[in-house]
């Protein structure tokens, strides 16, 4: 609707409140408008019934710079845009029609199309999920619990699909078992390699995933080991370039010196090319301990790089990263910690959740091993050699064949 105040068209919207109107005026026209009137109306609802109480605010619109629609402009003010701002609302002075009621209708169109939109693709949605088999639906279900990733369900989905017969999907035991095989055979789990010394040995990865105790953990074990094969107790130095954590020194220092093991600290490429000179031909292994970083904070974890960077190293970098983290978030931080050209994954804190799908997700996503996983603080405890059947027990709420997967994973 459109009337006159003092010569300027006076226009009307609608709205649940005042304030939502003032709120579709501000995002119209900005500072120029100037309501006029406002009033409480009652709108009739579906089929005229169930009456909504609505307001009506009758306004003007302002030319730009100037004061209400009609204030005195001399011609040498006048622009081509308030001419044409002019032209627009005669205009739509002549036809009865306001700016705010055409973009109003060219907004629910845009609203119609796009529940239109939505609609076709429910009905594709429930078209295509009538055409799955309900076992289907539940080792999806089963999948989505474990917190594995959408694209690797995706997989295992289509897998079967393409492999079982109408019937073999009715037997839900023998689908559920062959599932569990293929997430087994997904996860690979990185062998053991000789190395010669010095073994050096860099652990990587975000802060607050343990990469300290995890260093502690591997040269105690490294003692261990050479103890139950009868051999020499192995010389082992530490370096720790940790600058960012309050007391990470300090704790390094304490494990160092239960171990009987020498710790270095280093802040500069050349203080570990330095301890490296100096130690690489009287030591078995050099353990590295490294800052931790947000997996996206590039700048950090380029100068850590560049801290590591020593001629004839050649470190065996390993990535920590804790279990609990969302496939999301580790797919993110293996690419981002990609140039340190990690061979395979330490999982930490594995104590601290039941839910594995992640980590297996990420891990086949990305193309990546795994070495050890920890569960817990305790030193040299709460380490050991990564296994495929470590993960495949933790699936929850799936039918476990303990003696087949032992058959088929176990040690060879």
Same mark, same amino acid.
């Given at each position: 609707?459109?009337?006159?105040?003092?010569? %300027?068209?006076?226009f009307?919207?609608v709205?649940?409140?005042?304030?939502q109107?003032?709120?579709?005026?501000?995002?119209?026209?900005?500072?120029?408008y100037?309501?006029?009137n406002?009033?409480?109306t009652?709108?009739?609802?579906f089929?005229?019934?169930?009456q909504?109480e609505?307001?009506?605010v009758?306004?003007? @619109?302002?030319?730009?710079?100037?004061?209400?629609?009609?204030?005195?402009?001399?011609?040498? %003010?006048?622009?081509?845009?308030e !001419?044409?701002?002019?032209n627009?609302?005669?205009?739509?002075r002549? @036809?009865?029609?306001s700016?705010?009621?055409?973009?109003?209708a060219?907004?629910? #169109?845009?609203?119609?199309?796009?529940l239109?939109?939505?609609?076709?693709?429910?009905?594709?949605?429930?078209?295509?999920?009538?055409?799955?088999? /309900?076992?289907i639906?539940?080792?999806?279900?089963?999948?989505?619990r474990?917190?594995?990733?959408f694209?690797?369900?995706?997989r $295992?989905?289509?897998?079967?699909?393409?492999?079982?017969?109408?019937?073999?999907l009715?037997?839900?035991?023998?689908?559920?078992?062959?599932v569990?095989?293929?997430?087994?055979?997904?996860?690979?789990?990185?062998? =053991?390699?000789?190395?010669?010394?010095?073994?050096?040995?860099?652990?990587?990865?975000?802060?607050?995933?343990?990469k300290?105790?995890?260093?502690a953990?591997?040269?105690?074990?490294?003692?261990?080991?050479?103890?139950?094969?009868?051999?020499?107790?192995?010389?082992?130095?530490?370096?720790?370039?940790?600058r960012?954590?309050?007391?990470a020194? =300090?704790?390094i +220092?304490?494990?160092?010196e239960?171990?009987?093991?020498r710790?270095?600290?280093a802040?500069?490429?050349?203080d570990?090319?330095?301890?490296?000179? +100096?130690?690489k031909?009287?030591? +078995?292994?050099?353990?590295i301990?490294?800052s931790?970083?947000? /997996?996206?904070d590039?700048?950090?974890?380029g100068?850590?790089?560049?801290?590591?960077?020593?001629? !004839?190293m050649?470190?065996?970098?390993?990535?920590?990263?804790?279990?609990?983290?969302?496939?999301? +978030?580790?797919?993110?931080?293996?690419?981002?910690?990609?140039?340190?050209?990690?061979?395979?994954?330490?999982v930490?804190k594995c #104590?601290?959740t039941?839910?594995?799908?992640n980590?297996?997700?990420?891990?086949?996503d990305?193309h990546?091993?795994v070495?050890?996983?920890?569960?817990?603080?305790?030193?040299?405890?709460?380490?050991?050699? %990564?296994?495929? $059947? #470590?993960?495949l027990?933790?699936?929850? !709420?799936?039918?476990?064949?303990?003696?087949?997967?032992?058959?088929?994973?176990? %040690?060879?």
């Amino acid at each position: 609707m459109v009337t006159e105040d003092k010569g %300027a068209p006076v226009f009307t919207i609608v709205g649940d409140t005042y304030d939502q109107c003032r709120q579709k005026l501000y995002s119209e026209f900005g500072e120029d408008y100037e309501i006029t009137n406002r009033r409480t109306t009652l709108k009739p609802g579906f089929l005229g019934l169930f009456q909504r109480e609505k307001v009506e605010v009758s306004y003007i @619109v302002k030319r730009r710079g100037a004061g209400t629609y009609g204030s005195a402009k001399t011609a040498s %003010a006048s622009t081509e845009e308030e !001419d044409w701002d002019r032209n627009k609302v005669e205009l739509l002075r002549s @036809v009865g029609k306001s700016v705010a009621s055409i973009q109003q209708a060219e907004r629910l #169109d845009r609203r119609i199309d796009k529940l239109e939109e939505n609609l076709v693709q429910k009905l594709q949605q429930m078209t295509a999920g009538s055409d799955k088999h /309900p076992n289907i639906a539940k080792i999806e279900e089963l999948l989505e619990r474990n917190e594995f990733s959408f694209g690797y369900i995706n997989r $295992i989905s289509e897998r079967i699909k393409s492999e079982f017969s109408l019937d073999e999907l009715d037997n839900f035991e023998f689908l559920q078992q062959q599932v569990v095989d293929w997430i087994g055979e997904s996860i690979a789990v990185a062998p =053991e390699r000789a190395y010669r010394p010095p073994h050096v040995i860099v652990v990587v990865g975000p802060t607050g995933v343990g990469k300290t105790t995890t260093i502690a953990k591997l040269a105690a074990n490294l003692m261990l080991d050479a103890k139950k094969k009868s051999q020499n107790k192995p010389e082992i130095r530490i370096i720790t370039i940790d600058r960012t954590r309050v007391g990470a020194m =300090e704790q390094i +220092d304490r494990y160092g010196e239960i171990m009987g093991v020498r710790v270095d600290k280093a802040e500069s490429a050349d203080d570990v090319r330095v301890i490296y000179e +100096d130690c690489k031909n009287n030591v +078995d292994y050099i353990l590295i301990d490294t800052s931790g970083y947000s /997996p996206n904070d590039g700048a950090h974890i380029g100068t850590m790089k560049t801290i590591l960077d020593v001629k !004839d190293m050649h470190p065996d970098v390993y990535l920590a990263v804790c279990a609990s983290t969302k496939a999301r +978030d580790l797919e993110n931080i293996m690419q981002n910690y990609e140039p340190f050209a990690f061979r395979s994954v330490i999982v930490t804190k594995c #104590d601290e959740t039941n839910l594995y799908g992640n980590v297996i997700s990420a891990l086949y996503d990305k193309h990546k091993m795994v070495s050890y996983i920890t569960d817990g603080q305790r030193v040299p405890h709460n380490i050991r050699r %990564a296994g495929v $059947i #470590d993960f495949l027990i933790r699936l929850s !709420d799936f039918t476990i064949d303990r003696v087949h997967i032992d058959d088929k994973f176990g %040690a060879k």
